[in-house]
Structure formats: C-alpha cells, structure tokens
C-alpha cells in the first residue's frame, strides 16, 4: 500500500532543511514507492491547506539551497495569529491532514517545532519529528543539523576579527546567536581561539573578565576577542532573575522579570562599554545575527540532514510514528517524543568543551 507523507519545516530556518526534505523524499519515493507532498510556511501552510508536490523533479538540485524550499514561520497550531486575535485552529489542521489522507506528517524542527507538532500527535496525528536548529539545543540527540554550518560561519568571522582587533589593540566583542544555550558560542570561541567565551550556562562577572583581559596586557597581547552567546548573562542580572522566580508572583513578578529579560538582551552593548571602561582598551562590538543560519549548509550538515532524512522514511515505513529520528554517533535512533518535549541541551558544566577552554586559559568570566 502506498504511503502518504505530508513535510513542513518550521521555527528558525537553519542550513541542511533542503537536504532532509531530499533525504526523505528521495529515500520515500525510490525505496518504499511513498507521495510526499510539502506544506508551505510550517504549521500555518497546514492550516491554510498551501501545498508543494514534491515529486522527483521537485526534489533534485535542493541539496546545496539554504533556507528551506517550503518557507517556515514561528505559527502555533493553538496559538495561530488570525487577523488580530489568536486561535486555536488545531481542528483545522486535523482536517488537512485527512483530506490528504496522510499516513505520517513529518515536521523538521527544533525544540520549539517537537512541542507544536507532539501537540498534533496528542490530537491523533502520526507525527515524525527530525532535530534541525543552529542552536543544537535539541534535548535527545548527540547533534542537530544546521549547527555545523553556523559554527562554521561563526569561526571565520572570529578568525576575521582576530586581525583588526590586533592591528588596533582593540576589544573586540563578538555576539554569537545559540539561543539560550551556549554551544554555539563554545563551540566557535575555542575553534576561533576567543579569548574569553561567556555562555548563558556560565553567568559572568565583569570584574573577572575585565580581569582576565587586563592580565593579556600585562603579557603583551594589547588585544582580546570576547565570544558572547546573545543568552548570557551578568551574575548580579541572573541573581536578580532567580530572586524574582523564587519569591515573585502573579502580575508584578512577570513585570519586573520581563524588564529584567529586556535588560539582559541589551547585555552586549553594555558588557562592551563596560569592557571599554575597566580595562582603558578601546573596544568594538560585532553582532553577527543572521549570517549565521544564512547560505549554503556544510557538508558535515548536508550528510547529517540526508542520513537522518533517510532514516526517517524507513522509520515511516515500519510504521513508527510519535518520534523523533535521534543522531547517535554514526547511526540514528527512534526517540519517543516524549522525551524530547519541553525539554532543551544545555552545556553540562563538566562537558570536554568547557574543560578544554579552561585548560587553554581562556576567560569563561567566572
Ligand atoms: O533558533 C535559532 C535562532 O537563530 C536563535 O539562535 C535565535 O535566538 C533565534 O533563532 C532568532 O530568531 P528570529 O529569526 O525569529 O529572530
């Protein structure tokens, strides 16, 4: 019996969409004779019935293509901006669903996507879910694609700025996406060879920065690169912060910790003029924002998304739905989406990374 799949990609876009879409489709058709057909924008395109055929044709030359094909939004199913209010339009979606008569929808995702799309299983749907974010903060498997590509770009502008920070004994203060976790930030400072690394795992204490940077003068190296994921945060922020979830409640509580969410986003403009102050270094801040998920994925992302693709349209033929295709070293694994739900990867604080920075002597601002 012909199987019918039904594929969005939804949250942030991240380098590798196209190659999993490919992976699954060309493994669905070629393999296990399956019809896919694409939705447009995530969840919304389900809702709104805007579908892509994605036929052989459709599927060729996608590989290299950053961004996804299908387009990608933010939507919730029960959550769904309609003019100016917020619906639940899960029942339509089930509908869609139907008319189609799916056997499986798989949606590309992070943690975000898994939540969305765990909701749909809950109402009935078999739901395939494969672990895509630049952030690689996807609890449950060893890596998601997309991160590689990001890392990547995220090195070479360190390595870039590397140059003009030492021709104008300047601080540099590079802020590097990753959410609210800081693999990406790790990840490219030690690859980059940053100086001082601050994560959101890790809360800093500017002193000790500053400290760190004033002791590179002393030995000579008149300047230094800091990596700064966009989620950390200053020590004395993050102890206003827990104070506020512990005793705070009701109105006021959510009140204040908005302003204090404002203020942390705003932290590296201010950690780069504090920097300026404590140490007498000229310093510069560089934001690299969404160069980072932009572009044409590596090739480390391109064979993780492909193989995980792959692995999901055989997972689809033997009929195991509610999951999410997992990395596992070299091969993949079929994780509940229940253990992957609410859930995301931190840093763990003994993790190799951490280590390895430390040993190198670099900052990590505690
Ligand atoms: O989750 C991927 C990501 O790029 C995060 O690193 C970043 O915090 C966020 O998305 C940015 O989202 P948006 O593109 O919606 O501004």
């Given at each position: 019996m012909t199987q019918y799949i039904g594929i969005l990609t939804a949250g942030g876009d991240s380098p590798g969409l196209n190659a999993a879409i490919r992976g699954v489709g060309k493994t669905g058709q070629n393999v296990y004779g399956m019809q896919i057909i694409g939705f447009r924008d995530g969840f919304r395109g389900l809702m709104e019935n805007?579908?892509?055929?994605?036929?052989s044709a459709a599927l060729?030359?996608?590989?290299?293509?950053?961004?996804?094909?299908l387009g990608t939004s933010r939507d919730k199913p029960q959550k769904m901006p309609i003019g100016n209010k917020t619906m639940d339009m899960t029942e339509v979606m089930l509908e869609t669903y139907r008319n189609h008569h799916l056997d499986v929808l798989v949606c590309l995702g992070g943690g975000g996507t898994a939540k969305n799309a765990y909701h749909l299983m809950q109402h009935g749907l078999n739901i395939i879910t494969l672990p895509k974010t630049?952030?690689?903060?996807?609890?449950?498997?060893d890596v998601t694609f997309g991160f590689d590509t990001a890392l990547t770009i995220a090195t070479e502008a360190i390595d870039r700025l590397h140059s003009t920070a030492h021709s104008h004994h300047r601080i540099i203060v590079v802020e590097v996406m990753g959410h609210n976790t800081g693999w990406l930030a790790l990840g490219a400072g030690i690859a980059g060879g940053a100086d001082v690394i601050l994560i959101p795992e890790i809360p800093y204490n500017i002193e000790r920065v500053a400290g760190s940077i004033r002791q590179r003068v002393r030995e000579g190296k008149a300047f230094s690169i800091v990596a700064v994921s966009e989620g950390a945060v200053p020590d004395d922020l993050r102890a206003k912060m827990d104070k506020v979830l512990k005793n705070g409640k009701g109105k006021k509580a959510k009140a204040e910790l908005a302003a204090l969410e404002a203020e942390r986003m705003n932290s590296t403009q201010r950690l780069t003029q504090q920097l300026e102050q404590l140490t007498g270094l000229e310093s510069r801040v560089t934001i690299l924002g969404h160069v980072q998920r932009g572009g044409i994925p590596s090739a480390a992302d391109r064979l993780l998304a492909t193989r995980l693709g792959a692995a999901c349209a055989r997972y689809i033929h033997e009929e195991r739905f509610g999951i999410m295709v997992a990395a596992r070293g070299d091969s993949t694994e079929a994780v509940p989406l229940e253990q992957v739900v609410g859930k995301r990867k931190t840093v763990p604080l003994d993790h190799p990374w951490i280590e390895t920075a430390r040993s190198l002597g670099v900052s990590l601002g505690d």
């Amino acid at each position: 019996m012909t199987q019918y799949i039904g594929i969005l990609t939804a949250g942030g876009d991240s380098p590798g969409l196209n190659a999993a879409i490919r992976g699954v489709g060309k493994t669905g058709q070629n393999v296990y004779g399956m019809q896919i057909i694409g939705f447009r924008d995530g969840f919304r395109g389900l809702m709104e019935n805007r579908t892509v055929a994605l036929n052989s044709a459709a599927l060729s030359g996608i590989l290299t293509i950053g961004g996804t094909i299908l387009g990608t939004s933010r939507d919730k199913p029960q959550k769904m901006p309609i003019g100016n209010k917020t619906m639940d339009m899960t029942e339509v979606m089930l509908e869609t669903y139907r008319n189609h008569h799916l056997d499986v929808l798989v949606c590309l995702g992070g943690g975000g996507t898994a939540k969305n799309a765990y909701h749909l299983m809950q109402h009935g749907l078999n739901i395939i879910t494969l672990p895509k974010t630049i952030d690689n903060d996807v609890a449950m498997t060893d890596v998601t694609f997309g991160f590689d590509t990001a890392l990547t770009i995220a090195t070479e502008a360190i390595d870039r700025l590397h140059s003009t920070a030492h021709s104008h004994h300047r601080i540099i203060v590079v802020e590097v996406m990753g959410h609210n976790t800081g693999w990406l930030a790790l990840g490219a400072g030690i690859a980059g060879g940053a100086d001082v690394i601050l994560i959101p795992e890790i809360p800093y204490n500017i002193e000790r920065v500053a400290g760190s940077i004033r002791q590179r003068v002393r030995e000579g190296k008149a300047f230094s690169i800091v990596a700064v994921s966009e989620g950390a945060v200053p020590d004395d922020l993050r102890a206003k912060m827990d104070k506020v979830l512990k005793n705070g409640k009701g109105k006021k509580a959510k009140a204040e910790l908005a302003a204090l969410e404002a203020e942390r986003m705003n932290s590296t403009q201010r950690l780069t003029q504090q920097l300026e102050q404590l140490t007498g270094l000229e310093s510069r801040v560089t934001i690299l924002g969404h160069v980072q998920r932009g572009g044409i994925p590596s090739a480390a992302d391109r064979l993780l998304a492909t193989r995980l693709g792959a692995a999901c349209a055989r997972y689809i033929h033997e009929e195991r739905f509610g999951i999410m295709v997992a990395a596992r070293g070299d091969s993949t694994e079929a994780v509940p989406l229940e253990q992957v739900v609410g859930k995301r990867k931190t840093v763990p604080l003994d993790h190799p990374w951490i280590e390895t920075a430390r040993s190198l002597g670099v900052s990590l601002g505690d």
